[in-house]
């Protein structure tokens, strides 16, 4: 009786226990219910975007204002430091990691795989060209980075600048037959084109025209008639410009502006170089790029003599840019233009590159220059380009215009520093060239001359 | 659902069985030698799990239902905690059995049943590890409104530390040293088998932004440890008079039973019970009169102002000469404030407990309610802590083989609070800084009825909404709300069932609910972040279930083999939930509503769930009475655990020899050898293993106030988190051997217990970078390695112990030794919760204090002062020796020392060793008994301390060179040499030595030895250890026949005693027990602006019916 009773007893505990199987699987047990744990390809690409717009506008593109002297850094504070080129590898941190993590190519890759998943080849086309621009803003600013074993590796290996920029040519000829093949694409979670198949070919092919040049200083002139070709089928009006989108929320603003709501914002003002520029070419944009300081006049910070340039120098508050949800412009047809001209002048095509140049002059209303020279051609490209990280890339092939390096220094920057952390968590990382700011990358191996 | 179903079909499994007639009936009576009638005792057969308790006459009686009678042989058994437990085997048979016992006394406690936990019990004799319990008149005699407070002092190597004096403060737990790093450093609290809750959260938490830490992390506890509130630590909700006793199983040999959350150790409480016989009524009160324990020293002599200058008028926070008292000396005749005293007054506590218990052979009941109000001993409304329980404990023997019982607690806490801390609109920050010739009273305006601070002396309407810079702290008492108000209902439904004589199932189901609510107002006119006023109000809901079902099988097979095998199953599921609000500028001064502000920071919701189950065995074998081992494996599966590791296996293995029956040398009357090993585990943190996206993580950002949200125009975007779900996470384990010996001799008038014990912990968990080309930047690895080991005795004399008086002494002392071995790659890592440079470091004890000392020969760098060999200088010069430089070099004023800009490790805040020393004497119904406890070493950083030279406030800066400038020239007066029997005494080295400097506003203000801004820790690195008169108290028990006849009461008890009367100590702050982040900090030692702690004279009177 007594063992019966424990039978039954025992045989009800096992029952019990199988119906809880369960128990160590419960959702909110095993999955995080404070973070979404599952997201669509949609959820990602805005996320995707918003990394690329901070790439663009956020900390490289303020320090490579200052570098190119478009910028001036002033109030002894981080901003003046980094822009007198007072950098370690900690600074670097943040910007190098948005490569991979978050919103970069973990995000990118995963992505992809869900537009394949579903077969949306316009979809995946679109983000290739996403992937294009982080891995060439990458490949630009740091040079050797991890590229084909990154966010697949727990080490990834350090792949050669001038082979990613091979695969990044490769990888835009791969997004434009994808865009082309058709499929539902983003639609309006598309910030940049809203899914407009036209205008993500026609970026795709200024961004390869852009490879092209970066890759001039080392490969030769052939080069430069790749660029051209590219840049003839490149995006072929203003109004298909790849601008950053934003919105009047707190972290959906304009980051140039969202900087200049900070009292370390301040400290980011004109650079005499650009201003000086301007006011001899009597360029109409002086005011929207800056605004005037107390006397009146547009002045400018010189980091060369740590001095100034007519007066105190303008803040960045020109009226055209400084606001919330200005569309900062980062692959235009201005730039496309310019490319065609430089190309064209290089291939002895003068009056094409008169053509070019002339077309963006008069938009803002400059007169024409019937037979324009190299710096001519750069001069216009330094200006259009201002607060665009395309700038430096410009300046280290052609040395126009000619920079003074900041006081006591000898050469501008070639490349940025890697992050801290990555140095010293990944056992195949390179190190840093023996000075942090005199290293050059593979692409671009002779500094410019001190003008 | 299913989770809930599965719970309830364990209690199926226990359905009762119907009993029949022809029952037998036991009586008798107990008594004490000297044949007094003994009470309380119980007498029970453990074949059969039938028994009962003795009445105040001794007797007592039990039937057994004639199912269950057949004539086998059993044994009867009379125990008693003091004495001797006594068994005699008889023949069941049916009918009436008279079996009288007569217990003689056991100081050795000896045949004691030793709670072990999970369903496991042993007897003393059996026990592998040292055993460390704590009855319930110790509890009683501590006088604590804290459950966990009260242990201070109780067992060696458990350190308890009060954050401070504020009524319903924390205390922080810690058992023979930190086992982590990260993880959660507190005991598991188990209360009648079933774990409960013992959080901490300050309301601060739910504001991480203005505390400085990361946004987007609301509700985890890491935001504001250093300012705010003191919180509760949640044990707080036990009424002490409930515990019968708790038994304290160290380290993780002892604790192995309990697994996956046992490698702090294991606070095992008993609640009381009834017992059968006549109703009995108890009712005590007790009321307490608090004060501060010490007060700041503070200057009354010289004035605010700068370089000798007033800085009147102070009408304006940005005029920064009105911060700091550097003014001329204040004429005589001028009135100064007492600003160490003028914002306390004495504190109270009324408790009243009254409790009802009692019941017959089948049905036994414990009742009791409680009220308790405590008024904290700062001046204004704001700062009490009032708590209401009740408990009901019952059982009921259903059949002879079933009994099932309940057991059911709610309390209900209210409170408010003091801002403390680093912290402009706390208490002591503004107070400790006021200038003395300024009186912080009135707190309002008496012509516009503001705020007005010493920095700004008149407000006008104009300056409504500015700063104040620092509060009024008359103010801060009178104005700001710091509520909180927590119902927690927690207790357990058990069946224990006597299958067999020899095999029994117990089953608990239970469960802990608490809701606590958070409301947190400053008033318009607060200062800095919380300028135009600002709500910060939360709800924290946390429950936890629990489900335990064990077997226990119990043979003796010969007199010289027995066996015991204890099996189990449990479940456990804890949830835990906090929302919160921060609103910005009220609208108008009241009320403190969310609805009352003008903006809103983003809502906060905040969860986390762990699910665990376990199964165990433990099996006990007994060879020759004399011989015992012990074998257990717990296997514990958790959500927490990382995917690929869901589930760990933690052993354990323990001996345990009376080598007295072998051989007794002589003297000795009893001698226990004991060993044991055992491993138990810390748990990750809930979803360092999930997969997340990130919908607020900001990117893109180039300075604070910047960034992107993946969300953009509008639309919803989301990436992944910059942590890698960690899948291969396991526990943090601790492996421990733990070995010692108990022996008695001298009669039984003396006993000494030594232990001796080495843990490992492995696996600790850290949050390492990874290579962010990898897709992530950090990632939880169990990656680090650490080690403690330590010595515990415990002497316990009883020289006198006649039946009329009476004399015993306790003397317990403990080491603790700790070291960091492994750090995943980094040579340290900061302590969270460590105001100060606390870092964890290879090779040193857990939580050094890292930070920034003076040049001293033979510690610092040979080129650490610029164009000096150290070496050269040093040359003859003791180790130490104070660097003084001439002021050519780069580094300071001349005859001053230099900062030594490497870091280095300053000191170490872990004691040398710990000890108590406990004495009761008494004469009939009196008796005398006292407390004292004794910290040995650890240092603490005095921030407070520097930052009040650098305010020119604290008592050391009334002798001072009088200053017209920042240099040593511009100073005159009080002029002192560097080293030797003069100004910092010690060796000194250098072009300096030697050299008279005016010591004024150019050492304390103007150079860096203002330890909490820029300043040099190291002169703010004060020992802290202590000797505190703990408790002191003398008691009286009336039982004369009067007592009884014309008050109709068995006794009363009347008890006088002091709660921290004295402490002496070289530790110039306020108290060396204190910490500033309470119970988040690891390692404690470090003090900024620190709520005091306080002195209490209880009075306390028990009537017994």
Redesign the interface.
Known sequence: M?YT??L???A??I???S??G???D?T????????????SI??????????I???Q???AA?LICTWVQQCGGTAGR?VEQQGAYILTNDDF??T????????????IK?AEARADAVGDKKYKGIIEVLEAMDMLFAADNWGA??YRE??T????AFDPQLQIYDDLLKLLDQAIADIGAGGTGPG??D?IYQGNSTKWIQAAHTLKARIYLHLAEARGASQYTSARTEAGLGISTPANDFKA???A?T??RN?WY??Q??S??QDLVAGAKLVTIMQAQNDPRLPEYFKKNAAGTFGGYDVATKGTVNGDPSTILGAGRNTATFAQPIITNDENLLIIAETAFRAGDIAGAATALNTVRARYGKAAIAAPTLTDIMTEKYIALFQNIESWNDIKRTCIPALKPALGRTVVPGRIPY?E??L???TN?LTDPPTLITGRNANDPTACPSA | M??R??LL??L????P?VASAQEATFSGKVTAEGGNALANVSVFSPELGVGSFTRDDGTYSFTIPGARVSGQMITVSARRVGYRAQSVRIALKAGATTQNFQLSANPLQLGEVVVTGAGTSTTVERLGNVRNVVATDLIQKANEPNLVQALAGKAPNVQISQSSGDPGSNSRIQIRGLRTLNGNTEPLFVVDGVPVSNYTFSTTNFNPVDAGATAGVGGQDNGGAFEGTSAPNRMIDMNSDDIENVEILKGAAAAAIYGARAANGVILITTKKGRAGSTKYQLRSSYSNDQISRKYPLQRSFSLGNNNLSALPCEDIGKSTCTRSWGPKIPAGTPTFDHASEAFDDGSVFDNTLSISGGNERTTFFLSGSAMKNQGIFVGPHNFFNRSTVRLNATHQLTSALQVGGNISYADTRGDFTQRGNNVNGLLLGLLRSPPEWDNFPYLDPNSGLHRSYRLQNPTAASAGQSRGFNNPIFSLYEELNNQQAARTFGNVTAE?H??PW?K?NYALGADYTSDERLEGCPQECSDVAAGGRITEGNIVNYQIDNS?SGTANRTFSDNFGANLTAG?N?N?RNYRTFSDIGRGLIVPQPFSILNTLTRDPPS???????N?AGYGQLQLDFFSQLFLTGALRRD???TFGKSN?CAVFPKGAAAWTFTNAYRPPGITFGKLRASYGEAGNEPQ??L???????T??????????????????????????TKPAETLKPERTKEFEGGFDVGFLGDKADLSATWYASRTSDVILV??????????SEAKNAGKLRNSGTELQLNLRPITNTGYSWDMSFQWATNKSRVDTLE?AQFLFTPGGFTGNVFMIGRPLGVIRGEGWVRCGISANDAVEGIDLSTVCAGKPKGALYIDDGNHNCGEPGMPCEDTENRILGDPNPKWTGNFHSSFRIGKLELSGLVDVKHGGVNWNGTKGALWSYGTHKDTENRAICTGATNAKCSGNEHAFGDADWYPGAVAGPGAGLKIPIGQNWYRNSTVACPFTGIDEPCIEDAGYVKLRELSIAYSFTQDFVQRSLGMSSIDFRVSGRNLKTWTNYTGLDPETTTAGAYDKVGGSDYFNLPLTRSVVFTVTLNR
């Open positions: 007594r009773r424990s039954i007893a025992g009800a505990v029952t019990g226990l119906g809880c369960k128990f160590l419960a909110k047990a095993v999955a995080d219910p404070n973070a979404p744990t599952v997201a949609n959820q990602l690409f805005i996320g995707i975007q918003a990394n717009f901070g790439q506008e956020g900390p303020m981080f941190d943040t190098f990691g948005s490569i991979y993590t978050a919103g970069g190519l973990l995000s995963d980075v991890p990154a966010t590796s727990t080490q990834p309006d979670f910030l989108a934003h919105s929320a972290s959906e980051m969202q900087f709501q900070t370390f914002g992050g952390t990555e010293q968590t990944n990382a | 299913r989770s179903l599965c079909s364990f199926f499994a226990l359905a069985a069932y299958v067999l095999l199932f079902l199953l479940m599921s919701d905040y969860q986390t769930q762990v699910h189950t599966c958790s959500t869901r809930p979803y293993t999930s997969v997340t996206f990130s919908g993580n900001l990117v893109g950002g180039i300075s604070q106030g910047t960034g992107f949200t993946p969300t953009q125009s509008g639309r919803g975007g989301l990436f992944f988190t910059f390492t970078p990874i290579p962010p080309s990898s897709g992530y930047s790659g």
